[in-house]
C-alpha cells in the first residue's frame, strides 16, 4: 500500500486563545515548533517529542498536533502495530493504530482531544484503513483528572466517537483483564470485505488459533512430538 497523507488545518477560539489543530506533518515541520514541557504521558517531554520525529517519518505513521502560535499543547499518533503485539499478527497493511493522543493539562477542556481526531479523519486515505485504539484503564490519568473510571471511560468513548470509533469486542487478554479496558475501532469504507473478515480474526485471535489446534489433521498429531 502507498499511504497518502494530506495536510489540513483547522483553528478555532478557547479560553486560552486561538488554537490551531493540523497535519499530518514530517518531522521537519515539527521541528519549527516547540513542544510542551508537561506532553509528559509516556515519557520525559524531550524524548517523547523524539519519538514523534521518528513516527512523522514512517511510510504510514501520521502525526497531527494542536498547538498555539509555536508551541505543541497536543498530538495524536498513527502508525502500524508494535511488532511484539498481537495485532501485528496478521501483517495486515490496512490497520494501523491510534498509538498516542496526549493533552498538556492545561489545555485539556478546550476539545483539543476530539479535535485532534477530527482533524486526522480528514483525509480521505483514512477509509483505506482499520484504525484501532487499545485503551487501558492503568494509562489514564485519573489522578489528574479526579474522575472515576468509569467516567473517565465515559469521556474516552465520546472523544473517540468524534472520529468514528467505537468499542468492539475481543478476546485479547489484556484488554479482558478489565472491564473498564475496550477496544476503538473505526473501520474505513474502503476497507475489503477480506480484511474485515482477517481482521475479526485478529480480534479473536485466542478462539482462531484454538480453532485450528482442533482441526489439526490426525497425521500432523501423529508426527507431533512426544511431551510424556
Given at each position: 500500500m502507498k499511504h497518502s497523507k494530506e495536510f489540513h488545518s483547522v483553528t478555532y477560539e478557547t479560553t486560552k486563545?486561538?488554537?490551531t489543530i493540523e497535519g499530518p506533518l514530517?518531522?521537519?515541520?515539527?521541528?519549527?515548533?516547540?513542544?510542551?514541557?508537561?506532553?509528559?504521558a509516556f515519557r520525559p517531554a524531550k524524548k517523547q517529542f523524539e519519538a514523534l520525529l521518528q513516527i512523522a517519518d514512517f511510510e504510514e505513521g501520521r502525526i497531527i498536533i494542536a498547538r498555539t502560535e509555536e508551541m505543541i499543547v497536543g498530538y495524536v499518533t498513527y502508525l502500524y502495530p508494535d511488532p511484539l503485539e498481537r495485532w501485528s499478527t496478521f501483517n495486515?497493511?490496512?490497520?494501523?493504530?491510534?498509538?498516542?493522543?496526549?493533552?498538556?493539562?492545561?489545555?485539556r477542556g478546550e476539545r483539543v482531544a476530539s479535535n485532534l481526531i477530527k482533524?486526522?479523519?480528514?483525509?480521505?486515505?483514512?477509509?483505506?484503513?482499520?484504525?484501532?485504539?487499545?485503551?487501558?484503564?492503568w494509562h489514564w490519568d485519573l489522578e489528574g483528572t479526579k474522575l472515576s473510571i468509569w467516567d473517565y471511560r465515559k469521556i474516552m468513548e465520546k472523544m473517540m466517537a468524534s472520529g468514528g470509533?467505537?468499542?468492539?469486542?475481543?478476546?485479547?487478554?489484556?484488554?479482558?483483564?478489565?472491564?473498564?479496558?475496550?477496544?476503538?475501532?473505526?473501520?474505513?469504507k474502503n476497507v475489503s470485505t477480506e480484511a474485515i473478515e482477517q481482521f475479526d480474526k485478529l480480534r479473536f485471535l485466542?478462539?482462531?488459533?484454538?480453532?485450528?489446534?482442533?482441526?489439526?489433521?490426525?497425521?500432523?498429531l501423529r508426527n507431533a512430538p512426544n511431551k510424556t
Amino acid at each position: 500500500m502507498k499511504h497518502s497523507k494530506e495536510f489540513h488545518s483547522v483553528t478555532y477560539e478557547t479560553t486560552k486563545g486561538p488554537i490551531t489543530i493540523e497535519g499530518p506533518l514530517s518531522s521537519e515541520q515539527l521541528k519549527k515548533f516547540n513542544f510542551h514541557e508537561k506532553l509528559i504521558a509516556f515519557r520525559p517531554a524531550k524524548k517523547q517529542f523524539e519519538a514523534l520525529l521518528q513516527i512523522a517519518d514512517f511510510e504510514e505513521g501520521r502525526i497531527i498536533i494542536a498547538r498555539t502560535e509555536e508551541m505543541i499543547v497536543g498530538y495524536v499518533t498513527y502508525l502500524y502495530p508494535d511488532p511484539l503485539e498481537r495485532w501485528s499478527t496478521f501483517n495486515m497493511e490496512e490497520l494501523i493504530v491510534l498509538g498516542a493522543i496526549e493533552i498538556a493539562p492545561e489545555y485539556r477542556g478546550e476539545r483539543v482531544a476530539s479535535n485532534l481526531i477530527k482533524v486526522s479523519m480528514m483525509d480521505d486515505f483514512m477509509e483505506n484503513y482499520i484504525i484501532i485504539s487499545t485503551e487501558y484503564y492503568w494509562h489514564w490519568d485519573l489522578e489528574g483528572t479526579k474522575l472515576s473510571i468509569w467516567d473517565y471511560r465515559k469521556i474516552m468513548e465520546k472523544m473517540m466517537a468524534s472520529g468514528g470509533l467505537s468499542p468492539a469486542p475481543t478476546d485479547d487478554p489484556e484488554i479482558i483483564s478489565h472491564p473498564a479496558n475496550t477496544l476503538m475501532v473505526r473501520i474505513g469504507k474502503n476497507v475489503s470485505t477480506e480484511a474485515i473478515e482477517q481482521f475479526d480474526k485478529l480480534r479473536f485471535l485466542t478462539r482462531y488459533e484454538q480453532t485450528k489446534k482442533r482441526k489439526q489433521p490426525i497425521s500432523d498429531l501423529r508426527n507431533a512430538p512426544n511431551k510424556t
